[in-house]
């Protein structure tokens, strides 16, 4: 089945350490995207990536670094210097230029204890 | 600044209780609104695109129309099963990303 997969669904980190979330798509979309979203609040684009070895930041980028290295991947590592990094991450992928009509993964609740 | 407000942040029927979700926007010209529904501990999934003024989409249940102002998403006889979080948001101007709304709980109750 093609899909998009997050994981872990669930990850627990100590304050100041950096931790990296996984998401890995089959449906050979060109472009993918990382989302944060807060109780309370809309869906915030952290970065994204229309090709390979290309990604660019969104609106909340600080604190937060990604790699392209192949088109099925797009890991996010949340660093120490995120100062609030507790949330649900998201991670969506579509065929170029139709990011609002993206395939979503299941995503992951980060918690930093 | 672009802004999407949803009301209400709540929303509790019974089924087949029809009624209307609100997407009210200020944003410098619309490219485009769309209307997602996030289950819980999901991610959104896309339901329409709206572009212009006086456009209508409709899926099953649900109906999402556009004014220059606002979306409405309307719920005829809704089902447990359509309760979800429903979310809109915006494509603006020369903006390359969307503007997301917090959202609507919607809760249909048997």
């Known amino acids: 089945d093609g899909g998009i997969t997050q994981s872990p669904k669930y990850l627990f980190r100590k304050e100041g350490q950096n931790v990296t979330l996984s998401c890995e798509q089959n449906?050979?979309?060109?472009?993918m995207y990382w989302y944060r979203q807060d109780p309370g609040q809309g869906l915030r684009l952290i970065y994204y990536?229309?090709?390979?070895?290309?990604?660019q930041k969104g609106d909340i980028a600080e604190g937060y670094s990604v790699s392209r290295e192949k088109k099925e991947s797009f890991p996010l590592t949340v660093t120490s210097a995120q100062k609030n990094p507790t949330a649900f991450y998201l991670c969506?992928?579509?065929?170029?230029?139709?990011?609002?009509?993206?395939?979503f993964g299941q995503g992951t609740r980060l918690t930093v204890v | 600044e672009d802004q999407v407000t949803q009301s209400p942040e709540a929303l509790r029927l019974q089924e087949g209780e029809s009624s209307s979700l609100n997407c009210s926007y200020t944003?410098?010209?619309?490219?485009?609104l769309f209307w997602y529904r996030q289950d819980p501990g999901k991610g959104p999934e896309f339901l329409f695109t709206?572009?212009?003024a006086g456009e209508e989409k409709e899926k099953e249940r649900l109906k999402a129309t556009l004014t220059k102002k606002e979306s409405f998403l309307h719920i005829t006889a809704p089902k447990p099963e359509d309760s979800a979080t429903y979310l809109c948001?915006?494509?603006?101007?020369?903006?390359?990303?969307?503007?997301f709304g917090s959202g609507t709980q919607l809760t249909v109750l048997p």
């Open positions: 709206l572009y212009s």
């Open positions: 944003v410098s010209g619309l490219r485009g």
């Open positions: 969506a992928s579509s065929i170029s230029r139709r990011e609002a009509e993206a395939f």
């Open positions: 990536s229309q090709i390979v070895n290309d990604f």
């Open positions: 449906l050979n979309h060109d472009a």
């Open positions: 948001a915006v494509r603006a101007g020369s903006a390359r990303q969307l503007t």
